[in-house]
């Protein structure tokens, strides 16, 4: 039986959520905001960061998956690729987690070709353990070394996404 062991709470969510909303309001401020959310792992922290984004901006969703059990396989898989236009605009891509850096370096190679203005990133989690490409992140709320962590988004085979706060699961 999986142990979940309680990481980040909610409340400390909602806190840093609105802090880089607001930061992420300011640095947009005058600009042409379309924040991308990665599917699946995004959908809850991007509908809790868009709400404290107070400037006008555009949502838009891309999929990507490269897990299968708590490890990467390696191979990135787009399931969804952008609605909107996003040449000449600002786009500011929105991950649950950034752990090997290889989905994320592939979404950012396939938006480019897409010729926005600009490209900025922001993860709920930036999580270094096994980092593979080295990726800037513009805004992240946690950074962790290490851990399977669920909630808030984040899955296992696609279970726990609906717990409110941060778990590290031991299987």
């Known amino acids: ?3 979940l062991i309680p990481l980040i709470s909610q409340q400390e969510i909602k806190e840093k959520v609105r802090e880089v909303g607001q930061r992420i309001t300011l640095d947009y401020k005058g600009l ?3 924040v ?12 809790d960061l ?4 107070t400037i006008e901006h555009e949502i838009d969703l891309v999929g990507a998956s490269s897990y299968e ?3 990467s396989t390696g191979q990135i898989v787009f399931t ?3 609605d909107l236009e996003l040449k000449g605009r600002d786009v500011l891509l929105v991950e649950d987690i950034v752990d090997t850096g290889q989905t994320l370096a592939r979404i950012i ?7 926005p203005r600009s490209i900025k990133t922001c993860a709920l989690i930036d999580k270094n353990e096994r980092r593979e490409k080295q990726i800037n992140m513009d805004y992240s709320c946690f950074c962790l070394d290490e851990g399977f962590i669920v909630g808030y ?4 085979n696609e279970k726990y996404r609906n717990l409110p706060a941060i778990f590290d699961l031991k299987l």
């Open 36 to 47: 991308v959310g990665v599917l699946k792992g995004s959908f809850v922290f991007l509908a």
């Open 109 to 115: 190679e396939s938006i480019q070709l897409l010729n």
């Open 50 to 53: 868009v709400r404290q984004i």
């Open 1 to 3: 039986m999986p142990e």
């Open 69 to 71: 059990g708590t490890s």
């Open 153 to 156: 988004g984040l899955d296992y």
């Open 80 to 82: 969804k690729q952008p």
């Open 32 to 34: 042409d905001l379309v």
